[in-house]
Nanobody
Framework: VQLQAFGGGLVQAAGSVRLACSASGRSFKGYVMGWFRQAPGKERQIVARPSWRNVSEYYADAVKGRFTISRDVAKNTMYLQMNSLKPEDTAVYYC????????????WGKGTLVTVSS
């Protein structure tokens, strides 16, 4: 079971980045997935979660209106489109998956660093 996040890098403020999370080793069709981030010196927090079956879509207040999450079940891939980036969005972004919302962090992927310069 493996989750891998891609797409991080250095971007200027107000710019955009698209992250992808690819799942392999098993099918995550029945799983809840989400994006988390951890800024330097801060705890890891959930950023967004796509709607799936009886689980509603979720965005952290800090990213509402700027980030869009999506999921391609056939490709076992989840995306995070990040627009209007701010320096405070700088963090390592991780994808996670689990059987339900409470266990969404059962599986973690290696993170990808997004650095937003001012």
């Amino acid at each position: 079971v493996q989750l891998q996040a891609f797409g991080g890098g250095l971007v200027q403020a107000a710019g955009s980045v698209r992250l992808a999370c690819s799942a392999s080793g098993r099918s995550f069709k029945g799983y809840v997935m989400g994006w988390f981030r951890q800024a330097p010196g801060k705890e890891r927090q959930i950023v967004a979660r796509p709607s799936w079956r009886n689980v509603s879509e979720y965005y952290a207040d800090a990213v509402k209106g700027r980030f869009t999450i999506s999921r391609d079940v056939a490709k076992n891939t989840m995306y995070l489109q990040m627009n209007s980036l701010k320096p405070e969005d700088t963090a390592v972004y991780y994808c996670a998956a689990g059987p339900d919302v409470r266990t969404i962090t059962k599986y973690w992927g290696k993170g990808t660093l997004v650095t937003v310069s001012s």
